[in-house]
């Protein structure tokens, strides 16, 4: 099949290099030009295992290619996805500009019939102005439809090329049989494809989204319930999990979630739902417990180590979560700031995310080329993402290098009795 994919980020080039790897012919578009020229000398860029042999292996065999000019893009194709950002807005509302916008853009393009795909996560009712917008602008026929993507950044391929379903809301015969003969490879496992209207399709994105963040602000909050009245969290976890009414999935409580995805589409759930008359308390506390726990750290580290100014803390883990670059939303930047504003000396490492931090931070803190060069004359070391590689530490190593053996673990990679044997001053989440 012929399709375009507008949009290169996470999530479109994701797609876009996974629908060439089953055989059809993709145009990713973006209006990015640095972007797409790097994408075009086969450079991926941003930070996702696998996508760059992916990416690299169906440029090479044709079956991939990149460019700006998105007209050509959409006439050449039968399927267009949109895949571009809604970013929060002022009120937390999800904006739809760029969707909209892009929209537009198909519909003065287009030469015929063409299926219009929203893989963008947006709020119900988002598919009718698509819709509307497109009519405005073409006489040619079209189908709108939503399949919003599920996707985790990480593991992002895996999750693209065998996922746990694919959801497709659609309005009409056609467009859902085409969708259903592009996804037909992606599904031989069993996987059910589901096909429902476009609002329930919609709302299930965010329905998802919003259950996951749910699960942590939970989990933080019987954390935060074990360090009031005592109990150990990993034991209740434990506990909890093996209930297969509950399952093990998304019980680890941390110090606040982050990225792209949770804190904005809780948001904007929470908008739609009031502009729909309808006040989603829970997610409201979803919200301001997340917001929460991201001073946790801060404040531990505080109460342990009295006045921070002068000290040297050294950071490990800066993006949102282990396997990405990606610092969009990161607990890591909250804490960072009030390390900084509390005049302590900040040593960072991360083992994808420092070109971004440096975006971010520039030169008020420094950057350490590996996680022990993080510790050398730290008062204190804090864990903020728990990549793999933090997981089994030398400790004694760690020791002759920190000036003091202080651990502020927010990701509980150790446990208080090994980090006690370890001479380990040790403060993890909910022990
Ligand atoms: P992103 O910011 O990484 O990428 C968006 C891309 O769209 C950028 O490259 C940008 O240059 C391009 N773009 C913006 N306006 C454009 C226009 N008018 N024409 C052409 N290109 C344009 O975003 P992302 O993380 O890939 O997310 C995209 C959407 O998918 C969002 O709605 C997001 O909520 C959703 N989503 C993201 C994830 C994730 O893990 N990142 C998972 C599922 C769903």
């Not at 599904?187 to 994105?205: F, H, N, Q, W, Y």
Request: aromatic share 8%.
């Amino acid at each position: 099949m012929k399709l375009a994919v507008v949009g290169t980020g996470y999530v479109g080039l994701v797609a876009g290099a996974c629908f060439a790897e089953s055989g059809n012919d993709v145009i990713c578009v973006d209006n990015n030009s640095a972007k797409i020229r790097m994408l075009q000398k086969g450079k991926v860029p941003i930070y996702e295992p696998g996508l760059e042999e992916l990416v690299r292996r169906n440029v090479q065999e044709g079956r991939l290619t990149f460019s700006t000019a998105l007209p050509k893009a959409v006439r050449d194709s039968q399927i267009i996805f949109i895949a571009v950002g809604t970013p929060q807005d002022e009120d937390g509302s999800a904006d739809l500009q760029h969707v909209l916008s892009v929209a537009r853009d198909i519909a003065k393009a287009m030469n015929g019939y063409k299926v219009i795909v929203d893989k963008s996560t947006v709020p119900v009712g988002t598919s009718r102005k698509v819709h509307d917008v497109v009519r405005r602008e073409t006489t040619h026929p079209f189908s709108v439809v939503s399949n919003p993507e599920f996707l985790k950044q990480g593991a992002a391929i895996e999750d693209f090329m065998k996922p746990d379903r694919v959801v497709i809301g659609a309005e009409d015969q056609r467009a859902t049989d085409l969708m259903l003969e592009l996804y037909s490879p992606f599904t031989r496992t069993g996987a059910p494809i589901m096909v429902m209207d476009c609002a329930s399709a919609e709302l299930s994105k965010y329905a998802a989204n919003a259950m996951l963040a749910t699960r942590i602000s939970f989990m933080n909050e019987v954390a935060n319930l074990c360090e009031a009245v005592g109990g150990d969290v990993d034991h209740v976890r434990k506990a909890i999990g093996s209930d297969r009414r509950i399952g093990t999935s998304f019980l680890f409580p941390g110090c606040g979630y982050g990225g792209s995805c949770f804190p904005k589409d809780v948001q904007a759930m929470i908008r739609f739902a009031a502009d729909g008359g309808y006040q989603f308390r829970i997610l409201q506390s979803v919200e301001d417990v997340n917001k929460k726990q991201k001073t946790q750290l801060f404040t531990k580290m505080k109460k342990q180590l009295g006045s921070l100014k002068g000290k040297t803390i050294a950071v490990w883990g800066l993006s949102f979560k282990p396997k990405t670059d990606d610092m969009r939303e990161a607990p890591s930047i909250p804490l960072i700031e009030s390390l900084v504003a509390a005049g302590a000396r900040v040593q960072a490492y991360d083992p994808e995310a420092t070109s971004v931090a440096k975006g971010i931070f520039g030169d008020r803190i420094s950057y350490a080329a590996s996680n022990y060069d993080a510790l050398k004359g730290a008062d204190a070391l804090v864990i903020v993402t728990e990549w793999n590689e933090f997981r089994r530490p030398d400790f004694s190593r760690m020791r002759t290098l920190m000036r003091a053996p202080v651990v502020f673990d927010g990701r509980n990679l150790f446990t208080p009795d090994q980090m006690k044997q370890s001479g380990f001053s040790y403060y993890s989440i909910g022990r």
